[in-house]
């Protein structure tokens, strides 16, 4: 079965950090664009960042977490990082990984929902005192 899994989210306060993980099942995530969504009650969803294949390996983050949000890969353990500091109560939402082509990030369309084939499950970040 193929599927993306990803974890680490929970409740921290505002000001910490945490790191969510996506897994690939199935399937190498080397060879894939893969992007980190989120999506806050009653709001539309967003992209957060999005990180190359590993030909290439770059990295672009939305502006909204610039600065506060980083994104890495570990090819060993087949899993994309999305670490995030600073955190604000904006932050708050379920967070998802997906799949895409490679032609996503040189296209620049890093945040094209409809070009991603295959989403997670999502993991809820709480920011919250």
């Known amino acids: 079965q193929v599927q993306l899994v990803e974890s680490g989210g929970g409740l921290v306060q505002p000001g910490g950090s945490l790191r969510l993980s996506c897994a690939g099942d199935?399937?190498?995530?080397?060879?894939?664009?893969i992007g980190w969504f989120r999506q806050a009650p009653g709001k539309e969803r967003e992209g957060v960042s999005c990180?190359?294949?590993?030909?290439?390996?770059?990295?672009y983050i939305a502006d909204s977490v610039k600065g506060r949000v980083t994104v890495s890969r570990d090819r060993a353990k087949n899993t994309i990082y999305l670490q995030m500091n600073s955190l604000k109560h904006e932050d708050t939402a379920i967070y998802y990984c997906?799949?895409?082509?490679?032609?996503?990030?040189?296209?620049?369309?890093?945040?094209?929902?409809?070009?991603?084939?295959?989403w997670g499950q999502g993991t809820q970040v709480t920011v919250s005192s």
């Open positions: 199935g399937f190498t995530l080397d060879y894939y664009t």
């Open positions: 990180i190359a294949d590993r030909s290439d390996g770059g990295t």
């Open positions: 997906a799949r895409g082509g490679p032609g996503i990030f040189y296209s620049g369309s890093y945040f094209r929902s409809d070009l991603y084939d295959l």
